[in-house]
């Protein structure tokens, strides 16, 4: 039977009890938007971030030669219309791009030969091609070589400090053993651990293990930190023989709390600590230093209550005997003014022999650490006690021959090659996103900008460690999606591009040294084949760079919200455990739950959900509706999966009447990554739609919810590979998702503005334009048609 035109073209009527609230985002936005921050061609030059490509020319240029008299640097780029477009690279078999052009400086100047100063002698700018830089088509691909690519985005950890244990599997005895890992952008790991003994270590780049207290003695003491800023200030540098590193006492200053014990006639003071008494059964009367007068006897068990009574007493001090006072630890150096002899160092062990000399030097302050063995440990103390290093010289030393095994360390080079390890923004960047993540985790505010670590940063770091050794604070969950994060194609280009861009800076450098340099323009400098290269070496052959699947509109907008854990810098399928392939409480409305291939990639290769996106950092966020007082608002907003954990969030299918209020006495909600009931005046956010758990494919499947996931994750693989009709044909049951897909894909040809069909034939549409337009733009639109 033939069917009539209005057949082919049937009502949509839905039947869904829940509308949508949100608008869903542009479902290949993810490319679009990152390809856009990359080049940002919107832009005028001054108005650019440090971003994309412009961050790439920053971070390379300016370029000093080795004299330092010439600088070349960096002002701006511009990249120019593209010679061909789409459609004529594609018959022509080339790659679509357009010619980039960098304006360089070149600055001489002339030095004093007597005092050192420079003054300039001359300056040329000049524009200088750069090869071609590719560009992305409408529907967020890429022509390359007359073939259209995808780049997919990929999964990784994010760039920051994770704390973690071995789950009690390297000891025998169980114990669990700590490591705390600071992951950098780009430079070297810093990892501290703990061992068997409950000593702690660090290593550098995974190398041999150094005491973790080496590191700390090699930072800057407190008084070298402040001159150093006031010379840098200056413009100056520290000679290193004057640096001075932090002390032992600073260490442990830092790390213990200290309790002063002064002597009384019966013994030795210290002050009452309710904490450390509670739940204690005395050995001996407990006296107070104040009245002499005994307050509990021997045998009492120390309860809380009487703790607090006590207290309230206007109990400060007790008498201990100096029995009691042996085996603590000593928090400074206690010297005999008499003889200038140092009688114990900071961190030593009270002796009973010790007392009789401090008798008779007259010692009658003793502070000790406050180590108590259970709520305190004494781990950084024996670190201490067991690193052979005394101060900064020795500690960089060792770092150095940890570093560079078999070349002779001198003070200079150790101190150098320490400071460009984690200090020095060239060699070491953790990027805006790991400084966020590393504020957060820290409980501290440092600005996005300062990329490079700090002492306070290390210290903090085996600070928390430590903590967690006492059984206070959470281990980090490394497959949280608030831990890992995406890399879109800008940001992948732009790696790429930076690696180009230093290959190039050494033969600029080499260059700028062997030529006459007041006769040359800056683009005899130039030569542009490694960063042209390096670009075209990613799009041809990186793993994340693929052949597009075009076997239907649904298998191209599903290729473009791929999400991959592999690829360089990413995992690898021999080595991926379970935990990372595992469904997560946070891939909830972010990453979907079904679409993932069978085989040996499963759960390594994701999809993004209908509503999620990609924020600036490159963590995924999915939309909530706010809920005031049980009624839920109209009010949308975006949520990382960090923000989402301490919300009661509703689902989307929670009962509501007609004014937005929660019907139902108790409302299921997700908190903290766990279902629970809550009462509605609790409730806080509320999903927007029931889509928002799944992918696009899972969302083209009609009654989903009654699917085996099994065989819905079949069923949106197999869709992918359904070969489109000759004749196209509305289903008779769909999900209301297919014209999103047949939109955004670019297979739906829309009109841009409204006008009168002009004309139509098997291969375009001509349309006249009725809106108002400008003088310079054409009142007719022509649509060519890709299929039919």
Known sequence: MTKSFTGRKRIRKTFGRIGDVAPMPNLIEVQKSSYDRFLQTGLMAPDRTDSGLQEAFKTVFPISDFSGRAQLEFVK???????YDVEECQQRGMTYSAPLKVTLRLVVWDI?????????RDIKEQDVYMGDMPLMTDNGTFVVNGTER???SQMHRSPGVFFDHDKGKTHSSGKYLFAARVIPYRGSWLDFEFDAKDLVFVRIDRRRKLPATTLLLALDSADTATKRAELAAKGESLDPNEAEGMSKEEVLAYF??????QEHKRGWKAPFDAEVYRGVTLERDMINAKTGRVVAEAG?????????KLLESGLKEVVVPADDLVGRYVACDLINENTGEVLVEAGDELTEELFEAFGEAGISDIPTLLIDHNNIGPYIRNTLATDKNVGREDALIDIYRVMRPGEPPTLETAEAMFKSLFFDSERYDLSAVGRVKMNSRLNQET?????????????????????????RGEIDDIDHLGNRRVRSVGELLENQYRIGLLRMERAIRERMSTVDIDSVMP??????KPAAAAVREFFGSSQLSQFMDQTNPLSEITHKRRLSALGPGGLTRERAGFEVRDVHPTHYGRICPIETPEGPNIGLINSLATFSRVN???????????VKNGKVTEEVFYMSAMEEGRYKIAQANASIDGKGKLVDELVTVRSGGEYEVARPQDVELMDVSPKQIVSVAAALIPFLENDDANRALMGSNMQRQAVPLLEAEAPLVGTGMEERVARDSGAAIVAHRSGIVDQVDATRVVIRATEETAAEVSGVDIYNLLKF
């Open 112 to 120: 004093d030969e007597d005092t050192g100063a420079r003054s300039i």
């Open 77 to 83: 780029y511009e990249l120019e219309d593209p010679k």
């Open 300 to 308: 009492t068990k120390m309860t809380p209550r009487q703790c607090r």
């Open 447 to 471: 600005d996005d900008q300062m990329r490079v670590l700090r002492k306070e940063d290390i210290l903090k770091i085996v600070k928390i460690m430590v903590d967690l050794k006492d059984g």
């Open 256 to 261: 213990y709390d200290t309790v002063s014990h």
């Open 150 to 152: 995808v780049i997919v």
């Open 523 to 528: 683009h005899d400098l130039i030569n542009a």
């Open 616 to 626: 600036q950092y490159g963590f995924i966020e999915t939309p909530y509706r706010k």
